[in-house]
């Protein structure tokens, strides 16, 4: 079946301009999560949802970063007033329930570059 | 803090050699553990999961986990050039948070 998909891929914007990065996840998954992966670094835990709800948001960088999840499926991020620090790979990935054995599945990412 | 632990590396074995990873983690709560392969420019990908004390073994890939020592390994047997990736190792937390250490770079050498 289909994978996680997220859109666009990439994303080059101007700093101080808002953006919306989109998550389609796993038919059926009902835990959506996304991370951000600067240039060579580990993977940084942004927001968790379940449903549409969102248990842990502890790992948003600051209020101009939000995001929702509508019908328990696809999410967006929004980051508002971009700054030059906002540049990495943002990864949504889904897994089938809050179950400690449900593994994380991962998009393609969206690649932002603000310039 | 919740804290995964791996070297960085790079770790690198010639073709046909075995490749082991290590990753040690902070919490006695963990629940559950998953291998990751992640090729430069990708998106991580699962390749191997485990849960309980042990080996587990699918393929050339095996993971090893001992909690007592809080540590999970992954052995990639006959390696290949194609495995040559970052290897990401995640612990899963109170069922819905996963904690990723920073990743080993395995490289291959024909």
């Known amino acids: 079946g289909a994978g996680v998909s997220q859109s666009p891929s990439n994303k080059v914007t101007e700093k101080g301009k808002d953006v919306e990065l989109r998550c389609d996840p796993i038919?059926?998954?009902?835990?959506l999560y996304w991370y951000r992966q600067s240039l060579g670094q580990g993977l940084e835990f942004l927001i968790y949802f379940q449903g549409n709800s969102a248990p842990d948001k502890s790992g948003l960088p600051s209020d101009r970063f939000s995001a929702e999840r509508t019908g328990g499926s696809v999410s967006t991020l929004t980051i508002q007033r971009t700054q030059q620090e906002d540049s990495a790979v943002y990864l949504c990935?889904?897994?089938?329930?809050?179950?400690?054995?449900?593994?994380?599945?991962f998009g393609n990412g969206t690649r932002l570059t603000v310039t | 803090q919740k804290e995964v632990e791996q070297n960085s590396g790079p770790l690198s074995v010639p073709e046909g050699a075995i490749a082991s990873l290590n990753c040690t983690y902070s919490?006695?709560?963990?629940?559950?553990f998953f291998w990751y392969r992640q090729y430069s420019g990708k998106s991580p990908e699962l390749i191997m999961s485990i849960y309980s004390n042990g080996d587990k073994e699918d393929g050339r890939f095996t993971a090893q986990l001992n909690k007592a020592s809080q540590y999970v390994s992954l052995l990639i047997r006959d390696s290949q050039p194609s495995d040559s990736a970052t290897y990401l190792c995640?612990?899963?937390?109170?069922?819905?948070?996963?904690?990723f250490g920073s990743g080993t770079k395995l490289n291959v050498k024909p």
């Open positions: 995640a612990v899963n937390y109170n069922f819905n948070k996963f904690y």
């Open positions: 990935a889904s897994s089938l329930l809050a179950s400690s054995n449900s593994p994380l599945h």
């Open positions: 038919s059926g998954h009902t835990a």
């Open positions: 919490d006695r709560g963990s629940q559950s």
